[in-house]
Antibody, heavy 122, light 107 residues
């Protein structure tokens, strides 16, 4: 079945780095754009980043620009989010999500992982 | 950036009620509007894309309408499993793909 499984979350000190992974299965990963979305405890959803199906284009929310890097390995069906210079306000559950449309970017997200929790605290 | 607002922020309803949630964009987004449902501790679920296209497996009691800046999500005949938080999200060409603040529907 179509599935996304995030991993790599944990507790990290401010200023440190962390890399999240998202393993995809059940669909042709290499033809879909992929997103990261986060949700701080008790708060709403915040779109974080998107990466085109072939990795050629990537965009970030202003809140993470210059600190986070989205990437993918289509040979491993895996999406990544490298997070550096972490701040307390980055504490959230991070979800990876599949774009609705193949080849193009629709912006809607029709498959979501269960999320991985990142806590930034000293 | 395009800002999204939702109203109300929360509402109380009963099983069988008709519920309407409104989403407004700070500029025209044509029909590039998606609706999600999220239950506590769970990932969001895409209900409707392109303002009115019901996703596969989503009950027909959910419907979406609107274009430009004003959109609505309607639940016709609220069921116990519909108590959740609902988010709109714009996917117009201008990134970022911002979400609305959410509308919590409870009993």
């Amino acid at each position: 079945q179509v599935q996304l499984v995030e991993s790599g979350g944990g507790v990290v000190q401010p200023g440190r780095s962390l890399r999240l992974s998202c393993a995809a299965s059940g669909f042709t990963f290499s033809v879909y754009g992929m997103h990261w979305v986060r949700q701080a405890p008790g708060k709403g959803l915040e779109w974080v980043a998107v990466l085109w199906y072939d990795g050629t284009n990537k965009y970030y929310a202003d809140s993470v620009k210059g600190r986070f890097t989205i990437s993918r390995d289509n040979s491993k069906n895996t999406l990544y989010l490298q997070m550096s210079s972490l701040r307390a306000e980055d504490t959230a559950t991070y979800y990876c999500a599949k774009d609705l449309q193949s080849w193009l970017l629709a912006g809607g997200m029709d498959v979501w992982g269960r999320g991985t929790t990142v806590t930034v605290s000293s | 950036d395009i800002q999204m607002t939702q109203s109300p922020s929360s509402l109380s309803a009963s099983v069988g009620d008709r519920v309407t949630i409104t989403c407004r964009a700070s500029q025209s987004i044509s029909s590039y509007l998606n609706w999600y449902q999220q239950k506590p501790g769970k990932a969001p679920r895409l209900l409707i894309s392109a303002a009115s296209t019901l996703q596969s497996g989503v009950p027909s009691r959910f419907s979406g309408s609107g274009s430009g800046t004003d959109f609505t999500l309607t639940i016709s005949g609220l069921q116990p499993e519909d108590f959740a938080t609902y988010y709109c999200q714009q996917s117009y060409s201008t990134l970022p793909f911002t979400f609305g603040p959410g509308t919590k529907v409870d009993i």
